[in-house]
């Protein structure tokens, strides 16, 4: 059994806090309200799994927090920093221009996922609709070489061969494409690596940086297209940590358009299936009513930082009934870096003062300008 330590004893600084790594093979809801050192905690046990463990990382960033996760501190010991040094990391940026950037690929996303993108309904849109589904059935023949590369779409020449066709659905879906301007985004790999190329691979860690697109659809989608894609190799069973910080981006009780709503489809779904599989959440939010109420029923394991919602904390004793109502009902007093973890992955829900980072953060709150 590998331990992982995150800490010490909130009330005794000698006794070390431990969590089981193998028990990470169940979904985790990190929460705790803004200024309660939710983000810092988290980097804490995400280094002790990229240390300790083979578990591979995805890390969905929407904050640049995590872009520095392989540059150890200068506090850390030289075997920590070499460890850390010689770790397959793989940050994809969107934030810094000069670095490897995020970026995926429109045509391998699923039928459902293009259709939100390009806001279709397959009923009231139903002749764009059947153009986009017999394209995407071309593209998944010729991807098993099934049928001839030639009149295949890509991003590259997508609406040109919409537009050379004389059938009129195939216009009026050019005419969508090229009115809501989605071939234009930033994301696109245009034959550049994508991030689900990078996930295959299976590093020790791939931050997906999420934070710096223009059009707000863009994170999302790259969420999107990376979740699909796991999912759709998920007979493979290979094992992965899905890391969501900031999850109500991500999977919301009501979706705001047709994209949230795929994706939260498909969180929905890794959450009730994806654990046979080797698809393990840890989610971190500010509030559990801001996440899915079929997500967060999935969550065996729990990490509750300062928290003073009466209504938040009556829906951590709904879900979580492994822990005592007393104990979450302290959660107001806590300091800054205290939390309660509970929960398959610690034998007895525990009191904790989170330890000290060993990687660097990415983002910092800005300080308020004092006078010299």
Not at 52 to 67: Q, V, Y
Not at 272 to 281: H, M, N
Request: with cysteine; hydrophobic share 45%.
């Amino acid at each position: 059994m590998v331990q992982l330590k995150v800490g010490s004893q909130r009330d005794d600084a000698t006794t070390d806090v431990l969590l089981a790594a193998e028990k990470f093979n169940r979904h985790t809801f990190w929460c705790g309200q803004s200024g309660s050192g939710k983000t810092y905690a988290l980097g804490v046990v995400l280094e002790q799994l990229l240390l300790n463990t083979r578990l591979p990382l995805l890390i969905l960033d929407p904050n640049a927090d995590f872009t520095r996760l392989p540059e150890a501190r200068d506090t850390a010991d030289a075997e920590t920093t070499e460890a850390i040094r010689s770790a397959d990391i793989r940050v994809l940026h969107s934030t810094r221009p000069e670095q490897p950037q995020l970026r995926t690929r429109f045509i391998d996303l699923p039928l459902t996922a293009k259709a939100a993108v390009l806001q279709l309904d397959p009923i009231s849109d139903a002749e764009e609709y059947n153009v986009l589904l017999h394209a995407s059935a071309a593209q998944d023949l010729a991807a098993r070489g099934d049928t001839a590369q030639d009149d295949v779409m890509d991003e590259s020449n997508f609406v040109a061969l919409l537009r050379a066709s004389g059938d009129p659905g195939r216009r009026q879906l050019a005419t969508r494409v090229e009115n809501l301007q989605v071939l234009e985004w930033d994301l696109w790999a245009r034959g550049d690596v994508a991030a689900t190329d990078i996930v295959d691979e299976r590093p020790a860690a791939t931050v997906m940086d999420l934070g710096g697109f223009a059009h707000p659809d863009e994170p999302k989608v790259a969420a999107l297209s990376v979740l699909e894609h796991l999912w759709a190799r998920r007979d493979e069973r290979r094992p992965i940590l899905i890391v969501i910080d900031e999850a109500h981006n991500i999977c919301p009780p009501v979706a705001a358009n047709a994209v949230e709503q795929a994706l939260i489809d498909r969180v929905i779904q890794i959450a009730a299936e994806g654990r046979k599989f080797g698809l393990w959440l840890l989610l971190s939010t500010q509030r559990p009513t801001k996440i899915h109420p079929n997500v967060l029923s999935q969550c065996d394991n729990l990490c509750l930082m300062r928290m003073n919602a009466p209504r938040d904390l009556a829906e951590l004793a709904d879900t979580f009934g492994f822990v005592n109502e007393h104990m979450l009902a302290q959660s107001p007093e806590f300091r800054q870096g205290e939390a309660l973890l509970a929960g398959g992955f610690i034998p007895t829900p525990t009191f904790t003062r989170m330890g000290a980072r060993l990687t660097e953060e990415g983002g910092a709150d800005v300080p308020v300008p004092l006078v010299d």
